[in-house]
């Protein structure tokens, strides 16, 4: 997402500072993923019956922060990997 952030800011020949990008970035992070959660909480309480509602909810939080764990992990690796490939020195 921050990716595609900067180059959609950056498309039309003007470029913007690195503050204002990752001032962007977290604006739309701190909006998105509380929003997100609470509709998916939402949902989830509404399909599940009152009984269940608490441990579902529980594994939801569970493999919600796996995600966050491991997502970042493999992305960095995988940036690695092709970096590596097509021989591309980006720092």
Same mark, same amino acid.
């Given at each position: 997402?921050?990716? &595609?952030? /900067?180059?959609?800011?950056?498309?039309?020949?003007?470029?913007?500072?690195? =503050? +204002?990008?990752?001032?962007?970035?977290?604006?739309?992070?701190?909006?998105? /993923?509380?929003?997100?959660?609470?509709?998916? /909480? &939402?949902?989830?309480?509404?399909?599940?019956?009152?009984?269940?509602?608490?441990?579902?909810? &529980?594994? +939801? +939080? =569970?493999? &919600?922060?796996?995600?966050?764990?491991?997502?970042?992990?493999?992305?960095?690796?995988?940036?690695?990997?092709?970096?590596?490939?097509?021989? =591309?020195?980006?720092?």
């Amino acid at each position: 997402m921050a990716a &595609g952030l /900067y180059a959609r800011m950056t498309a039309n020949g003007k470029t913007i500072t690195e =503050v +204002q990008y990752w001032s962007a970035t977290l604006c739309l992070y701190s909006l998105g /993923y509380p929003l997100s959660s609470a509709l998916s /909480y &939402g949902m989830l309480s509404k399909i599940m019956g009152p009984a269940d509602q608490g441990a579902m909810i &529980g594994w +939801q +939080q =569970v493999a &919600g922060s796996v995600a966050r764990i491991t997502g970042p992990i493999w992305a960095g690796e995988m940036f690695s990997v092709r970096a590596k490939k097509e021989k =591309v020195d980006f720092f």
